[in-house]
């Protein structure tokens, strides 16, 4: 009986939605490590790295990548190869302003950073969701072969954003690629 | 228990059987309580929208809109409806009414009107929306109230193009006007009583057609999909032939009239502007290019738009457009060369191109011009570039 009482424990344990996490975060498929921060909580579904600490509507980091030439969501400006950073900030800011979701956007920053050694951009910005809440949001990105990798910030601007600023800049710092060729 | 059903299935009942046929408000007549519940719930949507940051800023415009309703409408009518006209900043062709008289316009419809005549075409037709209470008849032929008005938002949450995202911020009312349109007869209604006030006010009739002709082609030709009223082929295939018909019948000696065009595109130039904006960074390149055009028929000199031209190109950057670009930067430098934007879309095409020393001058004039600029850092990497002689 208690052999079973373990296997479906594990099993409730193994499709848990999220995870706490700290450390050491590799992610084979979408070919990046970073260090995660101690006691966030990582989504399982999907394959990009998305963690919390406090709840989505709080604070979340975002890890993803997506193919160059794919489609955007709301702009039909695509990211190409051989882009500068500033023209690639330039589609990326554009796709976010051209969501209808993102009320009373305002681009506070939009500077030439380096990821990894890669150069790329980040972008500050800040906005209003449906229910009035104001948010606040940094996002690199940068260009590697055939991927556009970023990083994001995003949390409450009041109390939230600063909170966590560090921690996050802390993850961008350790962001590498598994695989550099 | 038994009583308690029945009194639900009376209300049922009576609430199945409200009458739709009501006065217009130009006659006297009283709110009912459904409609005074409509208003209320009108307002909390407004509200939303208003604190949302899709309002079209600019007081001088909404004066001029708001003249235009005044002359379409008699004062005994604006004491019962205070009708007010808001501009949302958004590229789709849409303009939508609450049963309170709050008109929201969409830049992107109004971008393409050619003068006050169309304007007072779409006003006209809009408030008579209101005027002849049409949402009220409309909430009223519709059974389950409650499951509609919460689904409509959901409905729409699937179709792309931030149609669903707006649908919600617009609330479902605002919703119900703008998408599905009211009954064939209530349109129809609005189109006729519009057409009245619109010619009783002193303008043309025959720009009447005209406004929707010309919406129609803009969505054939640039092969729209849009779920809004009058961002659907049909309804303004209906719209056409509607007024075709009134001008043909009671109107057809009825030729001639205000159309006001100067004024009315003088008062417009920056929503053509501003949405050609909405339309570069939606990538819709040609549609934009389209709007810069219209406004330069507007505004030749402006060097703002001679760049915006050069922006559209060099984004596009299709075989050709590099060079498009660079005549379009040269001539609003011709025309103001202290216009600090042309001067950096040089410099980055000179970048991109490899010629150093050009890319190096016009940034550097970039600068000179405007030295608080945002992206200062990215051109002084590229300055640094220039100068070290290192290839982009």
Redesign the interface.
């Known amino acids: 009986m208690r052999r079973y009482i373990w296997i479906i424990l594990i099993l409730v344990v193994g499709c848990a939605p999220w995870t706490q996490v700290g450390g050491l975060y590799k992610n084979e498929s979408y070919n990046f490590s970073v260090e995660l921060p101690q006691g966030w909580m990582r989504w399982n579904k999907g394959e990009h790295l998305f963690i919390t600490r406090d709840g989505v509507s709080l604070q979340y980091i975002q890890i993803g990548r997506t193919k160059i030439e794919d489609p955007l969501k709301?702009?039909?400006?695509?990211f190409?190869k051989g882009m500068?950073?500033?023209e690639a900030a330039?589609v990326y800011l554009?796709n976010i302003?051209?969501?209808?979701?993102i009320?009373?956007?305002e681009?506070i920053?939009?500077?030439?950073a380096t990821i990894n050694g890669i150069p790329g951009f980040k972008a500050v910005y800040t906005h209003?969701n449906?229910d009035?809440l104001k948010l606040k949001s940094i996002h690199y990105g940068f260009m590697v072969g055939d991927w556009f990798y970023s990083i994001n910030y995003h949390a409450a601007q009041r109390y939230y954003f600063e909170k966590d600023l560090k921690a996050f800049e802390r993850v961008v710092e350790s962001f590498k690629l598994i695989k550099t060729a | 228990m038994k009583f308690i059903g029945f009194v639900f299935l009376l209300c049922f009942a009576l609430a199945g059987c409200a009458t739709t046929s009501l006065p217009p408000v130009t006659q006297d007549f009283r709110f009912e309580e459904d409609e005074k519940r409509l208003w209320l719930r009108s307002e909390e949507e407004q509200k939303?929208i208003n604190?949302?940051?899709?309002i079209y800023r600019d007081k001088e415009l909404e004066v001029y809109l708001n003249e235009i309703a005044k002359k379409l409408q008699p004062p005994e009518v604006f004491t019962h409806i205070p009708f007010k006209v808001i501009v949302i900043k958004?590229h789709l062709l849409n303009a939508f009414i609450y049963p309170n008289g709050v008109l929201y316009i969409h830049t992107g419809i109004l971008a393409k009107m050619d003068n006050e005549a169309q304007l007072s075409t779409l006003l006209a037709h809009e408030m008579t929306h209101a005027t002849h209470r049409h949402l009220v008849k409309l909430f009223r032929d519709i059974k389950n109230k409650t499951a509609f008005l919460s689904t409509v938002s959901v409905t729409l949450g699937g179709v792309g193009g931030?149609?669903g995202?707006?649908a919600?911020?617009i609330g479902a009312l605002g919703t119900l006007g703008s998408v599905t349109g009211y009954s064939r007869e209530l349109e129809t209604e609005a189109d006729m009583e519009g057409l009245k006030l619109m010619v009783k006010a002193g303008y043309d009739p025959e720009e009447a057609p005209k406004l929707f002709t010309h919406l129609k082609k803009g969505i054939e030709e640039e092969k729209k999909k849009e779920p809004f009223f009058f961002g659907t082929h049909p309804r303004l295939q209906e719209r056409v032939e509607n007024y075709e018909n009134f001008l043909k019948g009671q109107y057809k000696d009825k030729r001639g009239g205000t159309m006001n065009s100067e004024i009315f595109l003088e008062k417009i130039h920056k929503v053509i502007l501003d949405n050609s904006r909405?339309d570069?960074?939606?990538?819709?390149f040609n549609i934009a290019e389209r709007g810069i055009e219209k406004y330069l028929t507007i505004k030749p000199n402006d060097p703002k738009a001679h760049c915006f031209l050069g922006e559209i190109y060099r984004?596009k950057?299709e075989k050709g457009d590099l060079e498009k670009a660079k005549g379009y930067y040269q001539k609003a430098i011709s025309i103001d060369p202290s216009y600090p934007d042309a001067h950096k879309g040089m410099g980055f095409i000179y970048f991109?191109q490899g010629e150093k020393g050009l890319a190096k001058k016009s940034l550097g004039q970039y600068l000179s011009l405007s030295p608080q600029a945002?992206?200062k850092?990215?051109i002084e990497?590229y300055i640094k570039q220039c100068n070290e002689g290192e290839k982009?």
């Open positions: 709301h702009t039909k400006k695509k190409s500068l950073p500033q330039e554009d302003a051209s969501n209808s979701n009320l009373n956007l681009v920053e939009n500077t030439p209003k449906k009035g | 939303v604190r949302s940051g899709v958004n931030g149609i995202e707006l919600t911020l909405l570069l960074k939606a990538g819709r984004q950057a991109k945002m992206d850092a990215y990497e982009p």
